[in-house]
């Protein structure tokens, strides 16, 4: 007989990370730095009302003396998460060589905007997530045009079945007083030339926390299907990007915020 975590799993398969007339929020900090840490703002997503936690284990930073994550023991904590909390959790694939892994710890699958144009990881990420009924997320390149996006996320789509939904995180301009420069306009763009969804994450464009409120108040107005945001329970203390990441109290008028604006464009906030 099949047990109930099993049963559990495979329902949770099944719910879609973009819905009809809903705008997924995805949260959750960087970086997993602890069970502690993972469990307390797992607990304010589930509170609010979220289904989708974010949380990174391999983390692909700039400087290699940063952070590198807390890898498989991060992926055990997703794991233990989605048990404890029914929360789908997406987290970061940086190398073929773990796609196996990660695709046996979690819901959803992220490829960053540093391997956006990685082929053959491209390529592993598709196979085995239609294989095993998982999700994909696909960042944009911070140096890549809309098209080259466009064209590197058919070395998953031409996989098979899987959800896919792109990411805008923020592009390289000379612009500096943010960390990048969100392309919103890439929502109406991807929304003229493909039939997937695109999401956004406001946190790693701007690089700030008291600007991702508003960009994400813009994103949903632009007609996004989505958000992906960093949240953190101590973000003065996070080991990843504390500074562009909401506290729980910013984490909360977020979503009070967005079901404003949702709501003028007829739309809910899950
Ligand atoms: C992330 O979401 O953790 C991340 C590293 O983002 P990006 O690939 O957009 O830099
Ligand atoms: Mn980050």
Redesign the pocket.
């Known amino acids: 007989m099949e047990d109930k975590k099993e049963k559990q799993k495979k329902a949770s398969n099944n719910i879609k990370l973009i819905k009809d007339g809903y705008i997924t929020v995805i949260a959750g900090p ?2 997993i730095e602890s069970w502690d840490q993972l469990d307390a703002i797992a607990k304010v997503v589930k509170d609010l009302g979220l289904s989708f936690l ?1 949380g ?1 284990a391999y ?2 930073r700039t400087s290699p003396y940063s952070f590198q994550g807390l890898k498989e023991e991060g992926l055990k904590y997703l794991k233990e998460i989605n048990a404890k909390y029914g929360l789908m959790t997406v987290t ?1 694939i940086t190398d073929t060589e773990h796609v196996d892994i990660v695709a046996d710890s979690v819901d959803v699958l ?6 956006m144009s990685n082929f053959s990881l491209l390529e592993k990420v598709g196979r085995v997530a239609n294989e095993r009924n998982k999700k994909v997320i696909l ?1 944009r390149g ?1 140096a890549s045009s809309i098209k080259e996006w466009l064209l590197a996320v058919e070395y998953i789509t031409s996989r098979g079945n899987t959800e896919v939904v792109l ?1 805008e ?2 592009i390289r301009t000379f612009e500096t007083d943010t960390r990048f420069t969100l392309d919103l306009s890439a929502v109406p763009v991807i929304k003229k030339l493909s039939k997937l969804p695109i999401i956004i ?1 406001p ?2 464009a701007v690089g700030q926390s008291d600007l991702v409120i508003p960009m994400s108040r813009a994103a949903v107005a632009v007609g996004a299907d989505g958000l ?1 945001v ?1 949240a953190h329970h101590n973000p003065s203390k996070a080991l ?2 504390g500074q562009q990441s909401l506290n729980v109290k910013e984490l909360i008028e977020l979503i009070r915020q967005l079901k404003n604006v949702a709501g003028v464009i007829g739309k809910k906030i899950r």
């Open positions: 960087c970086a974010r990174g983390k692909p970061e992220q490829i960053g905007t540093r391997n960042k911070w990411c995180r923020g994450d946190s790693h992906i960093e990843c990007d």
